[in-house]
């Protein structure tokens, strides 16, 4: 499978990982917008090139909702690409519940309904190998779980590897310590840079940092990023998935490539941690903040309904819809839209809160106090979500979560002696500035010009991602170097011997 490019440099084996997923009770404007800028795209664009591979994970309440809203063309297309061997199917859960916090019969029950789904609209030919926890939220518990399914292997993010990022050995192949299942690890540079529009042709992707010295490469993204989230950007994706210079590769077809192997031990973890969070044991902090009261009533609100619900038989026809309620609300969505860290929506909670609401009234026979505790969370719930829009805490918090405390990068360069490696970093912003606009990738333009900006007015602090980090990841260290070096001979020529503002 692998090969010489025109640049005689080994070719690196790519994975894409496409996650598609919309909640179950998603606003049909909103899934007839993204069924056309993403998913019916992406189908086409599998079609027509047969040499494009994706390992996919689709929910099955996706599926359900695709089927229902008149869009059996985007099942039918997908169902093709898979008997023509085009794509490889993950499981996850149907309602993209966050795995970790639930019990292992409701894990098994989330499984289980997509996959019977799944397998219902795709047929035969639908018959994963791999799980995706969604979220890439993963925890200890999960593993015992997933080997008795009979799963071989489980994508979550680098992170996971230690809980530190950069680590993964590209050459080998790990399996999960003392589980023999096999786990590949996210990639959150390629990914991220993909998603985020930074790059916009193969050569730029071909063109991050250390790319060649990689054995293989797997991204996790997002389906809806291509077209939904970023109009145009799927034709990136097409380009990369055609790229002969790439070899591309299913994920359960990496060990064949791949004889190596390796042990991992697993961190908790989810795509969206970071390696502090990990340090701190917070590494499911977006969904489950101890210092969020609404979350808190959240997860109480859930463990309420769980317990009422499996405490009554399901053969009942009333208990079997309430049951059928209660799976769809476990969905992660109003947790996370609670977090204001920073993401935030009245709507998603409430309407998350009351499918646990509407699930435990549902239950025949429920306890009147029960209801009412179930209504006195409700009502606390929506309540907070209103005072904390109304009181301007929102704003608040999410101020606090953008200005973590972090030194300019002027100060840690000019200010700390060394001007010349700011003069550097800002000549290549620049180069890249103008290298970005010539290609018509705006996107990156305007994110080196305020770059640029943030970095002359030290605004750069509140960057979640900051530029400077990204321009490390894209160059090699030589060429760096190289620049700061030119500009510190410079510097030297010119300097005083005496400070500039030694005074009269």
Not at 131 to 137: D, N, R, S, T, Y
Request: proline residues 4%; contains cysteine.
């Amino acid at each position: 499978m692998s090969g010489k490019n025109t640049n005689n440099k080994k070719k690196v084996v790519w994975v894409c990982f496409l996650h598609l997923y919309q909640p179950a009770n998603q606003a049909e404007d909103i899934l007839k917008r993204v069924v056309n800028e993403s998913y019916r795209p992406l189908v086409k664009h599998i079609l027509e090139n047969s040499e494009i591979k994706i390992t996919l994970n689709m929910s099955g309440a996706l599926t359900e909702q695709l089927v229902n809203c008149g869009y059996q063309d985007v099942i039918d297309g997908l169902k093709q690409a898979l008997e023509r061997g085009q794509i490889e199917f993950t499981d996850s859960a149907k309602y993209h519940a966050l795995l970790p916090f639930l019990p292992e019969e409701e894990v098994v029950r989330q499984i289980k309904l997509n996959r019977e789904t799944n397998r219902k609209f795709f047929g035969e030919f639908y018959n994963p190998v791999g799980f995706f926890p969604p979220e890439m939220a993963f925890s200890q518990n999960l593993l015992p779980i997933l080997k008795r399914l009979g799963y071989k292997w489980i994508i979550v993010d680098e992170i996971a590897l230690g809980g530190r990022i950069s680590q993964v050995d590209t050459h080998a192949v790990y399996t999960v310590a003392g589980e023999g299942i096999f786990v590949y690890f996210r990639d959150r540079i390629h990914s991220n840079l993909i998603m985020s529009a930074l790059i916009r042709k193969v050569q730029d992707f071909k063109g991050i940092k250390d790319f060649f010295q990689k054995g293989y490469l797997v991204t996790g993204m997002d389906g809806e990023t291509f077209g939904h989230h970023r109009p145009g950007l799927d034709k990136l994706l097409v380009n990369l998935l055609k790229s002969v210079d790439i070899d591309h590769a299913f994920i359960s077809e990496i060990p064949a490539l791949f004889p190596s192997r390796k042990e991992a031990i697993l961190a908790d973890s989810t795509w969206a941690s970071t390696e502090k969070d990990i340090e701190n044991n917070v590494q499911f902090l977006t969904w489950k903040d101890q210092n969020n009261i609404i979350q808190t009533w959240q997860w109480e609100l859930q463990g309420l309904a769980l317990s009422q619900v499996q405490n009554f038989d399901e053969n009942d026809p009333q208990v079997s819809q309430a049951r059928k309620k209660l799976d769809a609300a476990l969905s992660s969505d109003h947790f996370f839209w609670a977090s204001a860290r920073p993401w935030w929506s009245v709507e998603v909670v409430e309407a998350g809160t009351w499918g646990l609401l509407d699930a435990i009234k549902s239950v025949p026979g429920v306890l009147p106090e029960v209801v009412s505790k179930a209504q006195e969370l409700y009502h606390k719930i929506v309540a907070k979500t209103f005072e904390w829009q109304r009181t301007g805490f929102i704003k608040k918090v999410y101020a606090q979560y953008r200005e973590a405390p972090r030194v300019p990068f002027k100060d840690r360069t000019t200010g700390a002696g060394e001007p010349w490696v700011y003069d550097a970093f800002v000549a290549f912003m620049k180069k890249e500035m103008k290298k970005a606009a010539k290609k018509e990738n705006y996107e990156e333009a305007t994110m080196w010009r305020d770059a640029l900006w943030k970095l002359e007015t030290k605004n750069d602090i509140y960057d979640g991602v900051h530029a400077v980090d990204i321009l490390r990841r894209r160059l090699n260290e030589p060429e760096i170097y190289k620049m700061i070096e030119r500009y510190r001979k410079e510097y030297e020529r010119v300097a005083s011997g005496q400070p500039e503002s030694r005074g009269t």
